[in-house]
């Protein structure tokens, strides 16, 4: 063999290892959007047992942290609602959004994706309780 052709084989498998990464990170990023989209359903599961157990949503001032270290006062609280606290974490290592009374509900939880901004296409999507996927 050549250095030439050397460097040619070289080259092409550059550029198929820099194709197949831009297809991974969009496998990452995909996966990254359905996985707030299950933790906003989880949430939301949590909430509703503790609306049942405690007759009303968690406050703002609560916030979600409620829903794994019960309130002083709350006599039917019944939890731990959550397994983990990594949940109240999107994939994106922000915090969710939550707000009660809600805008578009008794209560509102959002991830605003990959930008941290509202609204946004793809991987910068908002997930919200609110919206359907």
């Known amino acids: 063999m050549t250095l030439l052709e050397i460097l040619v084989v070289m080259v092409i498998l550059g ?11 969009g496998y ?16 939301m599961t949590a909430l509703d ?3 049942i157990d405690v007759g009303r949503a968690p ?3 609560e916030g979600l942290q409620v829903l794994l270290d019960g309130p002083a006062g709350l006599a039917n609280w ?12 999107d994939p ?10 809600g ?7 959002v991830s605003f994706g990959a930008d941290g901004a509202g609204g946004g296409e793809k991987e910068n999507r908002d997930v919200a309780s609110w919206s359907e996927y």
């Open 15 to 25: 550029l198929l290892a820099t194709l197949g990464s831009i297809q991974l990170m």
């Open 28 to 43: 990452l990023d995909r996966a990254k959007a359905d996985t707030a989209r299950l933790q906003v359903q989880e949430l």
């Open 49 to 51: 047992l503790f609306r």
């Open 59 to 61: 406050s703002t001032s």
């Open 78 to 89: 019944r939890g731990p609602y959550l397994r983990s606290r990594n949940i109240l974490t």
């Open 92 to 101: 994106w290592r922000r915090p969710y959004h939550y707000k009660a009374p």
């Open 103 to 109: 805008e578009h509900g008794e209560y509102d939880l």
